[in-house]
């Protein structure tokens, strides 16, 4: 099986994009990642894709002054990679019309809640100040609609009493980091279909 060739979106740390790798290296996902992009060019994840020999990209906050022509530049980058998929790994830049028509239905995303509830860009600290019991992870496809795409997969995270948010936070990441590379592997291999009714089946 020819492996799915895929660009990974990010703008910090890259540890998402870090699991990727190593479940590429140690478990065999059927996955070539063919382009990392960062919305900023001090994210280490930047770093951690060359260490691996991966073509990156580190755009700025100029080139975002447009974000169509922002998101065309990418969908180049990526096209010109080869790209079949794209995955959002901590990408903090919303994605316009040019990306999504650009890649219908095969941009993935990676939420640190379980959606719908807590959406946004602090989804963590403010599923743990509202005190719930349990939030988790979210994979979902994304679309115009911000974190509202067809749900591909959903993990929970107790949040145990006692618990400081940096515990929280490491809880969601532990969860992501096997999560992602799972659903990948479901996409490589033909599993993942959207249903008329946007819904997401697994075979």
């Not at 180049?76 to 316009?96: C, D, Q, S």
């Not at 009493?161 to 490491?170: H, K, P, T, Y």
């Not at 532990?174 to 996409?187: C, D, G, I, K, N």
């Not at 959207?194 to 075979?203: G, K």
């Amino acid at each position: 099986m020819e492996p799915l060739k895929i660009g990974v979106l990010l703008s910090g740390s890259g540890t998402n994009l870090q699991a990727i790798i190593d479940a590429v290296r140690d478990d065999g996902l059927p996955v070539d990642i063919v382009k990392v992009i960062s919305s900023r060019p001090d994210a280490y994840g930047v770093e951690r894709a060359r260490a691996a020999g991966i073509p990156a990209v580190a755009l700025n906050r100029d080139v975002y002054a447009d974000p169509l022509a922002a998101d065309a530049r990418i969908v180049e980058e990526l096209r010109a990679a080869g790209a079949e998929y794209v995955a959002m790994a901590g990408y903090m830049r919303k994605l316009t019309p040019v990306m999504l028509d650009a890649f219908p239905d095969r941009v993935l995303n990676l939420h640190p809640a379980l959606l719908p509830s807590f959406k946004g860009a602090h989804a963590i600290r403010d599923a743990y100040e509202a005190g719930v019991k349990v939030t988790g992870v979210t994979v979902h496809f994304a679309n115009e609609d911000y974190d509202k795409g067809p749900i591909v997969a959903q993990e929970p995270v107790r949040v145990e009493e006692g618990m400081s948010l940096d515990e929280l936070e490491a809880a969601i990441h532990a969860v992501e980091h096997a999560l992602y590379p799972r659903v990948l592997r479901w996409v490589a291999e033909g599993r993942v279909t959207i249903t008329p009714e946007r819904t997401v089946r697994i075979a």
